[in-house]
């Protein structure tokens, strides 16, 4: 029923937003099942080249990092030849091999020399915590929150949240967008009022044609109110 975005350019000023979110949603008796999206942190290991014993080596960064790449992710170039059929085969380290920090750093590179140098001589291999996804609106960081609603209004609980989030009161350059079944019902509402505006040009055009006046189709309409 509710979705809810978080943005602005600061990550973890936009995951403290999401908090503040969560707790207003948290406060409505009426709300359940809520869930976020965007700035969840999982264990990572994080590969820092180093510029200078990387080109002792004869090796750029970028050809590093697409060692590194094969060798974790792995390759589905090669095929394995079954008579006439061919299936592709992805050939990468053991997970006992990438399984942390420690082994990832033992992995060897060939140099263009043909030496095979341990990857901790190139680079600092750390385990670190970091988000496992990166979701962006507009250039900025997005967290997403989600929510369905048990019972009562759409319109009334956004209103109680907008006063607990104060909306107008929000820091720049962050937002805080409230969406979901809202959302929808507000966009019904702009298609009718458009539709609306549309059939009475049209309804005037139409008289104003047939009465060869201006004053009389504005009198015929100003009566359908009534």
């Given at each position: 029923d509710f979705m809810i975005e978080v943005v602005g350019p600061d990550p973890e000023r936009v995951s403290e937003l999401a908090d503040r979110v969560v707790e207003a949603l948290r406060a409505q008796p009426n709300i359940m099942d809520i869930d976020r999206s965007g700035d969840e942190i999982a264990p990572q290991i994080r590969v820092s080249p180093d510029p200078i014993r990387t080109a002792q080596a004869g090796l750029t960064q970028t050809q590093l990092a697409l060692?590194?790449?094969?060798a974790l992710e792995g390759d589905t170039e090669a095929r394995l030849r079954s008579g006439t059929h061919e299936d592709p085969i992805r050939i990468r380290l053991?997970?006992?091999?990438?399984?942390s920090a420690v082994t990832v750093a033992a992995t060897t590179v060939q140099t263009p020399s043909g030496a095979q140098v341990p990857l901790r001589e190139l680079a600092t291999v750390e385990e670190v915590w970091?988000?496992?996804?990166?979701s962006?609106?507009?250039r900025n960081y997005r967290t997403s929150v989600f929510a369905n609603m048990a019972w009562g209004a759409s319109g009334d609980t956004t209103i109680a949240l907008a006063k607990l989030l104060d909306l107008d009161n929000l820091e720049q350059p962050y937002q805080i967008i409230l969406g979901g079944e809202e959302e929808q019902r507000a966009e019904a509402v702009g298609e009718i009022r458009a539709a609306l505006a549309l059939a009475i040009i049209l309804s005037f055009m139409l008289l104003a044609g047939l009465l060869e006046s201006v004053i009389h189709p504005i009198s015929i309409l100003s009566t359908i109110p009534l």
């Open positions: 060692l590194l790449r094969v053991s997970p006992a091999d990438r399984a970091a988000p496992s996804s990166i962006r609106m507009d």
